[in-house]
């Protein structure tokens, strides 16, 4: 599975951004669990958000519910974070993923945690200015 990730950008405290994510090479989102992480400078990765592959669910951290929204458009195979409300320490790289453990996904996700799934993307920079 590849995973193209594209959106990031500079933007003011409260503002809006949306990334998107195209997924290829053989993904589907019946097999795969596909989500949102980010990484701040010198810090480690974590989770963002993500849609289980069970049912379509979705699950966000907890540094980001009410503000961040993950959707799907299943015919391009493209996943998309809308990000509103966004604070400083919203500012990282954020990094496409899908692995075919939805359980691990899903548990890295809401905790916030890293894990090395089988695909990442290139990863997108979102600044944000205070």
């Known amino acids: 599975v590849q995973l193209q990730a594209s959106g990031g950008g500079l933007v003011q405290a409260g503002g809006s951004l949306r990334l998107s994510c195209v997924a290829s090479?053989?993904?589907?989102?019946?097999?795969?669990?596909i989500g949102w992480f980010r990484q701040a400078p010198g810090k480690e990765r974590e989770g963002v958000a993500c849609?289980?592959?069970?049912?379509?669910?979705?699950h966000y951290a907890d540094y980001v519910k009410g503000r961040f929204t993950i959707s799907s458009d299943n015919a391009k195979n493209t996943v998309y974070l809308q990000m509103n409300g966004l604070k400083p320490e919203d500012t990282g790289v954020y990094y496409c993923?899908?692995?075919?453990?939805?359980?691990?996904?899903?548990?890295?996700?809401?905790?916030?945690?890293?894990?090395?799934?089988?695909?990442w993307g290139q990863g997108t920079l979102v600044t944000v200015s205070s």
């Open positions: 849609i289980s592959s069970f049912d379509g669910s979705t």
């Open positions: 993923a899908a692995d075919g453990d939805r359980i691990k996904f899903v548990h890295h996700t809401v905790l916030g945690s890293y894990a090395d799934f089988a695909s």
């Open positions: 090479g053989g993904f589907t989102f019946d097999q795969y669990s």
